[in-house]
């Protein structure tokens, strides 16, 4: 059974149980705990928790899940993967543990025809908590397993809670008996590798308080109402289904390892084929690994691609380059030669579509991602090749024979080199690798992001002071057409506390039943306005954000009166604020529409921020604008403006909207019903819940003020609209006309003016760096007469004049050497530049053959000045930063000479 078929059955036969589906949620969602979802019943958390009450009373779902936490054992086990499909089934304070167990139960057992998976029920192994008869009362009495093949475990296995206080309870997992040949009998308690889990019950039935581990909290009693939380691990049952011994092996897996073992012409399997033992099978072993790894990367990579991600340096970003940076460094290790990326991404996205058809929506976006990741971390490799290089010289030149742990963890955490990688090239090299030293510092590192993460886990925003009003339904919003509305005062909330009435000066949150103010949302930042009662109360109305999406929170400070619950009050939007803010959003929108015709449809939103006169827009690119680009992009934008376009909004569903061709934001959970603000037809058409202008000559002039990289593979535009742009403007004209007047010359010749200055600035600079070099090199020629003798070996050194760089000194050095290059002599000069001390060190053969190498000189003066430094034997450079230590290091240098 294929695996999107074993995924319609499930959702088929909880959908005909009564539950609402719910389409798979995006892999990020906004939850300070996470950087990815983790597991299906995230999406549920607010109704678990009791935030919101939930619009269905059952659902089901498959939700797209990704844990990274153990990324480096990827490949290593036939168990781990990064991205799975978790299938569940959810009652909230419906059904418990009697109709969650039968739904299981005849799902997993129930015939192929009858919509089943047809699994033989004397091979599953169901576990309950220690003390929960009642479960162990289903299974044995009614579904009718035997109590032998129910087994009762602990608190770490078989309770579940999320980690914070908050649900929890027992839960019973079902367990598949894979035969004798992949272990020992006697239950999940006896073996796990025999016995698989292939889905998990939670009755989530008490709520928990703090606690130290996953089994030390204490339960502080029951739930209002009690819910049942189901995982089902698609990967897995596709295993049984599928008759395969892993999820390597499966049909949305496997495809992706033959391509990979056609690209690089080596095969899977191999050892367990051809019964190759010692180092032959060892190699076979790690290529399989790699085989997995690149399965299981490349598709988790385009998951999280085509839902927003971008690869980057930190955060989910990291991840992502991660992940990506493996597949290109297993494929290397694999023997390909050439690019590959493209056609393994393309192979993902094809297995992947039939269940997520948005990554064929998507595919040139995530192609062009990861194509572009894999060329820079080709620029990284070589990079980080000439460092490994340096290394593995210095190490040789130190009579070693072992990579320092340290040197590979600098490969690893500043170029992204995999151990293995560094253990390959090290393996070419003739040299070994503290791989414990290795170990440690990653484990340090490991150490200090889990416990900055658990410095960061401290619990779930306590949202139950909204309840009501998260209850009730969403705020009203007028602010389309309207920019005063009649409200009604709902709730004050002071310090996270409902407060009846607040006075002057007090900074409260206000919630109304309809407000025509903006909350901040979609790059376009909340209104400003005021909201009065007719008693005399005025309040100042300073940000607005949204609780649970679809509440507004104003956030005030009461300047007269005072306000009650209940009050009948005015909202009102500052006028000259929305007018702002609406050029701003819709220029933002114009921009957009340019650079895709500029750049093609594969710049694509990464993000925007627009306020009043202003706007950025963030955008997928692997390059930066050229100048003739920018330029085009400001023409196409102005005459967007100068044509005037109506800008038409109006609601719709979502497959109606991208059949239109309105733009989406990759990320971004849409619902069912979605607002599209079209301009000039197909000149611009996005889903979007921003103000808007009515036409857009109201825009006023764009004028581009910058282009930036924000990270890999995305940069940002920034401009000006209406009259910040016309202010702009003038500024510049003025600062042109201040040059044109310095310069006497016309406007129109400032440019090739200032060109032919900056050409003579650098010819006299120039110049004067001859100058100065021709008498560094004359102060220095004295050095040779007031050279002096150690052991047979002319030390020349001194300290030249102040102001030489460290390229000049490197010069002089070089000269010195030249004039004294049939002896044995060491040249060692120091300077001082700009609160620098740069030195340098150059040896001549018989000073290398008398084993003097400059490298180690420059190691044994640099701490004298405060500084470090290295190079080659024959010439080696450093720098430092206190100069009162030049006449130590000078003396350093003769004893250093004198006892080689």
Known sequence: MQTHEIRKRFLDHFIRAGHTEVPSASLILDDPNL???????????????????????????????????????????????????????????????????????????????????????????????????????????????????????GMKDNYWSMGVPGPCGPCSEIFYDRGPEYGVEGGPEADEDRYIEIWNLVFMQNERGKGTSKD???????????????????????????????????????????????????????????????????????????????????????????????????????????????????????????????KIIAEVIDLMSPSYPELAEQREHILVTAVAEETSFAKTLASGSKLFAEAATATRAAGKSELSGDDAFVLHDTYGFPIDLTLEMAAEAGLEVDRAGFAELMAEQRSRAKADANARKSGHADLTVYREFLDRGPTEFTGFTELVSEARVLGLISGGVRVPAAAAGAEIEVVLDRSPLYAESG????????????????????????????????????????????DEVLAAVDSPWRHGATQGHSGTHLVHAALRQVLGPTATQAGSLNRPGYLRFDFHSGSGLTDAQREEIERISNEAVEADFTVNTFETDLPAAKAMGALALFGENYGDRVRVVEMGGP???????????????????????????????????????????????????????????????PSEQVP????????????AEKALASVRAEQARAAVSGLIDQARTVGGTLVVSGRVADGVDANGLRTLATDLRGRVADRD???????????????????????????????????????????????KPDLAQGSGTDADGIDAALARVAEVVGAR
């Open 35 to 153: 950087l990815f979802v983790n597991a299906g019943m995230v999406p549920f958390k607010p109704y678990f928790l009791g935030d919101q009450t939930p619009p269905y009373d059952r659902a089901t779902s498959v939700q797209k899940c990704v844990r990274t936490l153990d990324i480096e054992e990827v490949g290593i086990t036939t168990r781990h993967n990064t991205f799975f499909q978790m299938a569940g089934n959810f009652s909230f304070g419906d059904y418990f543990k009697r109709e969650a167990i039968e739904f299981a139960w005849s799902l997993l057992t129930g015939s192929v025809d009858d919509g089943g998976y047809g699994i033989d029920p004397q091979k599953l192994w169901p576990t309950v908590y220690l003390d929960d008869d009642e479960a162990f009362a289903i299974w044995n009495e009614e579904i009718g397993v035997p109590a032998e093949r129910i087994q009762r475990r």
């Open 216 to 342: 030390d909290y204490e339960i502080l009693g029951p739930l209002p109402k009690k819910n049942i939380d189901t995982g089902m691990g698609i990967e897995r049952v596709a295993c049984l289904l599928q008759g395969v011994d892993n999820v390597y092996e499966t049909d949305l897996l496997k495809p992706v390892i033959d391509l990979a073992s056609e690209l690089t012409g080596r095969g899977y399997g191999v050892v367990a084929e051809s019964g190759a033992n010692g180092a032959e099978a060892q190699r076979h072993h790690d290529d399989d690994v790699r085989f997995r790894v690149i399965a299981d990367h490349s598709r988790t990579a385009a998951m999280l691609i085509g839902d927003g991600v971008v690869p980057g340096n930190d955060g989910r970003g990291y991840v992502l380059r991660r992940l990506l940076r493996r597949v290109v460094r297993s494929m290397r290790l694999l023997g390909a030669t050439e690019p590959s990326m493209a």
């Open 523 to 566: 790059g376009q930042l909340a209104d400003i306005g005021t909201i009065t009662t007719s008693a005399g109360a005025r309040l100042a109305v300073k940000d607005v954000q949204k609780v649970g999406k679809k509440v507004w929170l104003h956030r005030v400070v009461v300047e007269e009166g005072e306000i009650v619950e209940g």
């Open 683 to 745: 000149f611009s058409m996005e889903l979007c819940g921003g103000t808007h202008v009515s036409g857009t000559a109201q825009v006023g002039p764009v004028t581009l003020i910058g282009e930036s990289s924000v990270g890999s593979g995305v940069r940002r535009v920034e401009a000006y609209v209406g009259m910040d742009s016309v202010r702009y403007l003038s500024r510049e004209r003025a600062l042109m006309a201040g040059l044109a007047s310095s310069l006497k010359v």
């Open 752 to 763: 090739d003016r200032v060109e032919q200055l900056v050409v003579r600035l650098k010819e």
């Open 825 to 871: 002599a060491v040249v060692v000069l120091f300077s001082a530049a700009d609160g620098k001390v740069p030195f340098a060190v150059a040896t001549t053969e018989a000073a290398r053959g008398a084993g003097l190498k400059a490298g180690d000189i420059v190691r044994e003066i640099a701490p004298l000045v405060a500084g470090r430094g290295g190079g």
